[in-house]
């Protein structure tokens, strides 16, 4: 299992951006949205300045930094359903952050805090997942 770990894109160069752990995601959205300034376990960023918020490949995977990805890393992470889970994170994150600002709520940013309106929509019906689970056995390689 990997631990999966993100970035904070600061400007336009390569190595313009601030190494964060999955747990400060919620933050880095937080501040993102609300232009705050912040500390991360890599750094500090103006809210200003923060351009985007992206998965870590190199980190994740363990690759060295400044290593250019190409065809065949960019495989790995998609057979292995790496850059999937990882944007569907990002998303999941960024729509829980959204939904506690609107709902004022921001004491709950960074905590865990399970949010039963945003889970309720997002659970597959079993019906599905049965279906898909069939699906994608009809389509192993014997």
Not at 23 to 45: H, M, P, Q, R, W
Not at 64 to 71: A, D, E, S, V
Not at 76 to 104: A, C, S, W
Request: glycine share 8%; aromatic share 10%.
């Amino acid at each position: 299992m990997y631990s999966k770990k993100y970035k904070i894109i600061r400007g336009y160069n390569a190595e313009d951006y601030i190494q964060i752990e999955e747990s400060e995601l919620e933050k880095a959205y937080y501040c993102f949205l609300n232009k705050k300034d912040s500390i991360y376990t890599g750094g500090a960023v103006k809210g200003s300045e923060i351009i985007a918020i992206q998965p870590d490949y190199h980190r994740t995977m363990g690759w060295n930094r400044g290593y250019k990805l190409g065809p065949d890393d960019y495989n790995e992470l998609r057979e292995k359903g790496i850059d999937r889970k990882m944007q569907l994170q990002l998303e999941n994150t960024k729509d829980k952050v959204q939904y506690l600002i609107q709902t004022k709520q921001e004491n709950l940013i960074g905590k865990n805090a399970q949010i039963p309106a945003l889970e309720k929509g997002r659970e597959m019906p079993e019906d599905i997942k049965k279906i898909s689970g069939e699906i994608a056995d009809n389509f192993k390689i014997k």
